[in-house]
């Protein structure tokens, strides 16, 4: 217990851009008693609606653990990612957890995205007490849906992310909304949270069009956009975003409203694809700016050549082959979580699962540094959840340009839960 408070009181300042370095002695564990490498299962969208994401998310994990395991690993022990597809289905992704516990002998669990995928995995995680580190948005995590087990400490939700863009769309944009969004879990998230952030505001959201995520033909929904809408605030995901994308330019013509989207309606799309030249001047919320910035960081350079991104937010391989940017640093950032946590518990095993929640509970400033290329960050360790910068771009020939970021204090709101009083 004591070696637990004083863990808890060391990661209250720790920068994780030099995790090892800074700890106490009793925590670095240079010389490891085991040279088992730790294994960290990756639920991995590869196929199903998230494959898109899926598929960088892989390439930015694999990066990630490179970088690590040729700095000497975690606590000189090797990382081994032990992949399986949960097709991007919530049952799926139980059996999968189920798996990485009981047939792999995982360490920790890691990647999910998309949320519902996320809730109906993360009871087993709980059940399993399996420490269950998911790189999704959804708010299901701050919210106190989910359990101990499960925490988000890479990426920021939705919550955050929408509260924080609210007064640039009304003081820029417009304060008459209509919204269309996926009607899942995530897209429900945008619905409940922008619309309480743009009425705030002094706006209003005139009409809330919920599509099937699935869905592959949209036009049918758009005449229900009332005729006064001032923003059209739009994300979508899946396969067929190309086309929901190309279908709304198509249904308005020469004329729009001004248009707010989430990136989500772009991920591993190409903005200069034909039939999105009507994408000029909207503007669209980005977690990592896809485009290099002229003011690019020394960290996003570092991340962008590791993961194999060039100034496009293309593979450098294949400038055709368009990376989720927004959301994939998540990836990179939590494994470096994972890493700074296990070194601060002396992990040694699943005996210090719960000892590796505590550890990572107790974290608070994640400064911008290579661990940490999308920008500083601020751990709650009651509500499991990590806060951030948030970007918008707008579209200009071609490019997305970064034209505001908002401070990590714009995207805090008040705790919902404390996960540190249950039981582990």
């Excluded at 969004?181 to 959201?205: C, L, N, T």
């Excluded at 198509?250 to 200069?272: H, K, Q, T, Y």
Aim: net charge negative; glycine share 10%; charged share 20%.
């Amino acid at each position: 217990m004591t070696n637990a408070t004083t863990r808890r009181g060391a990661l209250k300042t720790l920068g994780l851009g030099a995790a090892a370095a800074s700890l106490p002695l009793w925590a670095r564990y240079t010389n490891a008693q085991t040279s088992e490498p730790v294994k960290i299962g990756f639920q991995v969208h590869r196929t199903g609606i998230g494959a898109a994401y899926g598929r960088w998310y892989d390439r930015t994990t694999q990066a990630a653990v490179k970088l690590i395991n040729d700095g000497g690993g975690i606590n000189g022990r090797m990382i081994e990612i032990m992949a399986e597809d949960d097709g991007t289905d919530p049952k799926r992704g139980a059996e999968v957890v189920e798996k990485f516990a009981n047939q792999h002998g995982c360490d920790v669990g890691f990647g999910t995205l998309f949320s519902h995928v996320v809730i109906g995995s993360s009871p087993r995680a709980g059940e399993l007490k399996l420490p269950y580190f998911v790189v999704s948005e959804g708010h299901h995590v701050a919210s106190g849906m989910l359990n101990r087990y499960t925490l988000q400490p890479g990426i920021t939700d939705v919550k955050s992310q929408v509260q924080a863009m609210a007064p640039y769309v009304a003081d820029n944009l417009g304060k008459k909304v209509t919204m269309i969004f996926p009607d899942f879990a995530f897209g429900h998230d945008h619905r409940d949270y922008f619309s309480a952030a743009i009425e705030a505001q002094g706006g209003e959201v005139l009409e809330k069009i919920a599509i099937p995520p699935s869905e592959t033909s949209f036009t049918k929904y758009f005449p229900k956009i009332p005729r006064d809408t001032e923003v059209l605030y739009h994300v979508m995901v899946g396969p067929a975003v190309l086309t929901f994308v190309k279908e709304l330019g198509e249904f308005f013509g020469p004329s729009r409203p001004e248009m707010f989207g989430f990136i989500d309606s772009l991920e591993a799309v190409d903005i200069a694809s034909p039939g999105l030249e009507y994408l000029e001047g909207t503007y669209f919320w980005e977690g990592n700016p896809r485009n290099a910035q002229p003011d690019q960081s020394e960290h996003d350079k570092f991340y962008r050549a590791a993961v194999g991104v060039d100034d496009n937010g293309a593979s450098v391989s294949d400038p055709t082959d368009v990376s989720t940017y927004a959301h994939m640093f998540g990836c990179w950032e939590t494994l470096h979580v994972i890493k700074a946590g296990m070194e601060a518990a002396g992990y040694q095993g699943p005996g210090d699962r719960a000892t590796l929640i505590e550890a990572v509970e107790a974290m608070t400033d994640m400064p911008h540094s290579q661990a940490h290329p999308q920008g500083a960050k601020i751990f709650n360790g009651k509500t499991h959840q990590v806060f951030g910068h948030q970007y918008i771009s707008r579209v200009e020939a071609g490019r997305l340009v970064k034209v505001h970021t908002t401070s990590i204090e714009d995207t805090l709101y008040p705790d919902e839960v404390d996960y540190t009083t249950q039981a582990f």
